[in-house]
């Protein structure tokens, strides 16, 4: 215990001088079956930094996988979940640090038995630095906080520090998929992807980022962009040999 306090303690000194991409933690009170999904199954399902990423990766799922996929900021679990339940020989990690959405994952995973998939109720960054080198198949950022005031703009998500850390989990010819409602974010997207070699993106004409495709299931934020009018952007990118 006390080295994996030790290592949480350095890697919170580490984010402290990292600017944060997403804002609260946590929101409404939450009842005292959320705080037992808290107490009693995030810790058979969330990371352990303390330990070296195990070999092969595979290893951290108790159903047999085939792929690791990663999720970062997941927000309401829906995406993840799709994902788990209907690609169960694939292993999920997801990053959250919202308390309410990752109790909705706790809440899934309890209730549908589901063992392909891995928690950390944190900055996405922690991840990237302890998965080993090539090791992620298919990696999502979908609908990142957009951050729309122009001060705030640094402390977008999606950066050129970000995807080098992508770019270095991921194996040759894996796929990043990252989707949008905000224009100026998409810009800030495709010029961060500019300077980043090792991604290339396979969009082949308007209609390709326009449309989702059908294994890519819509989250809570997307729908609420498209009633309110937001066009959405589907980005896919993969990682080159």
Not at 72 to 82: D, P
Not at 97 to 124: M, Y
Request: glycine share 8%; charged share 25%.
């Amino acid at each position: 215990m006390q080295d994996r306090n030790k290592t949480s303690a350095s890697m919170s000194g580490q984010e402290s001088r990292e600017l944060r991409s997403f804002g609260r933690r946590r929101g409404r009170a939450l009842s005292p079956r959320q705080q037992g999904l808290l107490q009693d199954v995030l810790p058979e399902v969330q990371l352990d930094f303390a330990t070296p990423a195990p070999t092969p990766l595979t290893s951290l799922f108790k159903a047999p996988t085939c792929e690791v996929w990663l999720e970062i900021g997941f927000g309401g679990a829906e995406h993840l979940l799709w994902q788990a339940q209907n690609n169960p020989t694939a292993g999920l990690i997801g990053c959250e640090p919202f308390e309410e959405g990752v109790v909705k994952a706790l809440s899934a995973i309890e209730q549908n038995a589901l063992s392909n998939i891995r928690l950390h109720p944190d900055d996405a960054r922690d991840i990237l630095r302890w998965l080993p080198a090539t090791s992620i198949d298919r990696a999502f950022v979908l609908f990142p906080d957009p951050w729309p005031k122009r001060r705030h703009m640094k402390r977008r998500l999606v950066n050129t520090g970000l995807l080098g850390g992508l770019a270095r989990v991921m194996r040759p010819g894996a796929e990043l998929r990252i989707a949008t409602d905000i224009g100026d974010y998409l810009r800030t997207i495709l010029i961060a992807f500019r300077e980043q070699q090792a991604l290339s993106w396979t969009c082949k004409g308007p209609a390709q980022w326009r449309q989702r495709p059908a294994d890519w299931p819509p989250t809570r934020y997307e729908q609420k962009a498209g009633r309110e009018g937001r066009r959405c952007y589907y980005l896919s990118f993969v990682r080159g040999e």
